[in-house]
């Protein structure tokens, strides 16, 4: 019996982020990319070099990439759009 090799794709995405968001914010947006099963990793604080920076765009473009196919639409813009909504509610939630 021959065994198929599967293609090498990760089984988990990971959306790349940086910097020191509001708490509110990374919640949000790691509910949402847990949605698409996207893990979402801080890989620096504040402090970037252009070659991170390049690095985590390269990256991230690569899962929106992904995205875009499975869901069949602008995946940056309706997971933006997600994550906004996402910390309105919270927000609006807190200050009730």
Do not use: H, W
Not at 47 to 59: A, P, R, W, Y
Not at 81 to 90: D, G, K, L, W
């Amino acid at each position: 019996m021959v065994k198929r090799r599967m293609p090498d794709t990760p089984k988990v995405f990971v959306y790349q982020t940086y910097g020191l968001p509001e708490p509110i914010y990374d919640k949000a947006e790691k509910e949402v990319f847990q949605q698409y099963n996207v893990e979402v990793r801080r890989v620096t604080g504040c402090l970037v070099t252009d070659s991170l920076l390049q690095s985590i765009e390269n990256n991230n473009k690569a899962v929106y990439r992904f995205l875009d196919k499975k869901l069949d639409t602008n995946s940056e813009e309706k997971i933006k759009a997600e994550i906004a909504q996402r910390v309105r509610t919270q927000r609006a939630g807190k200050s009730s």
